[in-house]
T-cell receptor, first 113, second 115 residues
Framework: QKEVEQNSGPLSVPEGAIASLNCTYS??????FFWYRQYSGKSPELIMS????GDKEDGRFTAQLNKASQYVSLLIRDSQPSDSATYLC?????????????FGTGTRLKVLA | SAVISQKPSRDICQRGTSLTIQCQVD?????MFWYRQQPGQSLTLIAT?????????ESGFVIDKFPISRPNLTFSTLTVSNMSPEDSSIYLC????????????FGEGSRLTVL
């Protein structure tokens, strides 16, 4: 079992729809969770971080965390073609102030105009 | 966040040569890391760059192949030594910012092709 698992996709959604990206992790002691967006040929860009169970909203993005079930999700509302990218889930297994990141392999999202 | 500058952004190198990648950050950071992203793959941590001391390497990566320096809080270099085509990859500098809640930020990356 991979430490951080994501469906590789591609996930295709029509413009204006909600894109739902999912991630599961194996280390129950993980405390910090992140979503990165990576456009083709570019470096990862942090778009959301979440530390507590529940939802966290930022503009069109909502991150959801369920530690009991060990999953993190990212919802993108009103999806735009510019959202087409690979989305990387990352889990920081380190304690506060430390960095022991494990990255998933990413889900490729295609938003169809 | 921070502005993280890497150079070169890309290079084409011959087998057996070495290349040094530089990473400059515009603010003092607690942690600096070097990652590799091979084509179609996710990110793999090569090492943590420690200021003024030897880097901490992850399993599968060794200092002779990937020597790293970090002379101060804002600058680090990664050298890819004795390159082979298998070293063709994107190399990414990343930083954790002092006082931050564990968020990691990435430079633009250095795309290396070894012929």
């Amino acid at each position: 079992q991979k430490e951080v698992e994501q469906n590789s996709g591609p996930l295709s959604v029509p413009e204006g729809a909600i894109a739902s990206l999912n991630c599961t992790y194996s280390d129950r002691g993980s405390q910090s969770f992140f979503w990165y967006r990576q456009y083709s040929g570019k470096s990862p860009e942090l778009i959301m971080s979440i530390y507590s169970n529940g939802d966290k909203e930022d503009g069109r993005f909502t991150a959801q965390l369920n530690k009991a079930s060990q999953y993190v999700s990212l919802l993108i509302r009103d999806s735009q073609p510019s959202d087409s990218a690979t989305y990387l889930c990352a889990v920081n297994r380190g304690t506060s102030g430390t960095y022991k990141y494990i990255f998933g392999t990413g889900t490729r999202l295609k938003v169809l105009a | 966040s921070a502005v993280i500058s890497q150079k070169p952004s890309r290079d084409i190198c011959q087998r057996g040569t070495s290349l040094t990648i530089q990473c400059q950050v515009d603010s003092q950071v607690t942690m600096m890391f070097w990652y590799r992203q091979q084509p179609g793959q996710s990110l793999t941590l090569i090492a943590t760059a420690n200021q003024g001391s030897e880097a901490t390497y992850e399993s599968g990566f060794v200092i002779d192949k990937f020597p790293i320096s970090r002379p101060n809080l804002t600058f680090s270099t990664l050298t890819v030594s004795n390159m082979s085509p298998e070293d063709s990859s994107i190399y990414l500098c990343s930083v954790g910012i002092r006082g931050n809640t564990g968020e990691l930020f990435f430079g633009e990356g250095s795309r290396l092709t070894v012929l």
